[in-house]
C-alpha cells in the first residue's frame, strides 16, 4: 500500500518549451502533497506544499510563475515547469501525506529525471 | 530557525561492523523526526520515524534510531552493517509552516559505504 507514482519519469525538453510532471497517489488519497528538487550534489529542496482545492505553498526563492502547481484531486498534483532553461535540469520528487489517519509519514515517488537543452 | 543537520557528508564503515549516521534538529515544539533511505536515481524509502513514547525507535532493515532531546539528536544506528545498505540517508523533521500548516526539512543527507 502506500504507492505514489511519478509519470514521466526522465524528460528531455528543448529550452524554452513547458513540460508537465504528475504526481499521484495509487492506493490512497492525499490533502497535501509537497515537490521537492534535488541537486546534484544530493540535498533535496521543498519547492511547494500543494494543498488539493486551493493554492500552493510556495518556498522562498522559489518563482511561482515558472514552476504551476495544480492539485487537482485527492490523488493527483502536477508540476509544470514553464520556458524551461537548463539550470532547470534536475531531479524532481514528489510526496504525499495520506488523507486517513495521521501517520506522520509521507510517502515519496520514484522521481522524474528532467534535462534540458 | 528550524533545520536539521547531518555533520556527515560519508560514512564509511567495513561490512558487519556497527553503523551510525548522525542527525541533528533545531524545532520549535515537540519534533516529529524521520529517517529516510535513497538508493541511485530512486525516491526516498521510509525507515523510521519518532513521534512519541520510547526514545528507541526500530525500523525498517534491522535500523533504529535514538531520540536524545536533551542533545536535540536522531542517530541512525545499525548493529550490524551489509554491503546493501550502501545508500544515501536522509534525517527530516516535520515543522510547522507560515502558512499555518505544515512541511518537512530535510538534511543534506549521508552517504553510506559499507565496504566488504
Known amino acids: 500500500g502506500a504507492v505514489v507514482s511519478q509519470h514521466p519519469s526522465w524528460v528531455i525538453c528543448k529550452s524554452g518549451t513547458s513540460v508537465k510532471i504528475e504526481c499521484r497517489s495509487l492506493?490512497?488519497?492525499?490533502?497535501?502533497m509537497f515537490w521537492y528538487r534535488q541537486f546534484p550534489k544530493k540535498s533535496l529542496m521543498l519547492m511547494a506544499t500543494?494543498?488539493?482545492?486551493?493554492?500552493?505553498?510556495?518556498e522562498q526563492g522559489v518563482e511561482k510563475d515558472k514552476f504551476l502547481i495544480n492539485h487537482a484531486s485527492l490523488t493527483l498534483s502536477t508540476l509544470t515547469v514553464t520556458s524551461a532553461h537548463p539550470e532547470d535540469s534536475s531531479f524532481y520528487i514528489c510526496?504525499?501525506?495520506?488523507?486517513?489517519?495521521?501517520?506522520?509519514?509521507?510517502?515519496f515517488g520514484p522521481g522524474t529525471r528532467l534535462t534540458v537543452t | 530557525a528550524q533545520s536539521v543537520a547531518q555533520p556527515e557528508d560519508q560514512v564509511n564503515v567495513a561490512e558487519g561492523n556497527p553503523l551510525t549516521v548522525k542527525c541533528t534538529y533545531s524545532?520549535?515544539?515537540?519534533?516529529?523526526l524521520f529517517w529516510y533511505v535513497q538508493y541511485p536515481n530512486r525516491g526516498l524509502q521510509f525507515l523510521l520515524k519518532?513521534?512519541?513514547?520510547?526514545?528507541l525507535v526500530k525500523g525498517s532493515y534491522g535500523f533504529e534510531a535514538e531520540f536524545n532531546k536533551s542533545q536535540t539528536s536522531f542517530h541512525l544506528k545499525k548493529p550490524s552493517a551489509l554491503v546493501s545498505d550502501s545508500a544515501l540517508y536522509f534525517c527530516?523533521?516535520?515543522?510547522?509552516?507560515?502558512?499555518?500548516?505544515?512541511?518537512?526539512?530535510f538534511g543534506t543527507g549521508t552517504r553510506l559505504k559499507v565496504l566488504a
Open positions: 500543494s494543498n488539493e482545492g486551493s493554492k500552493a505553498t510556495y
Open positions: 524545532v520549535s515544539g515537540n519534533p516529529y
Open positions: 492506493d490512497f488519497q492525499a490533502t497535501t
Open positions: 510526496s504525499a501525506d495520506p488523507l486517513a489517519g495521521d501517520t506522520y509519514e509521507q510517502y
Open positions: 527530516a523533521v516535520r515543522a510547522g509552516s507560515t502558512s499555518g500548516t505544515y512541511k518537512y526539512i
Open positions: 519518532y513521534i512519541t513514547g520510547d526514545n
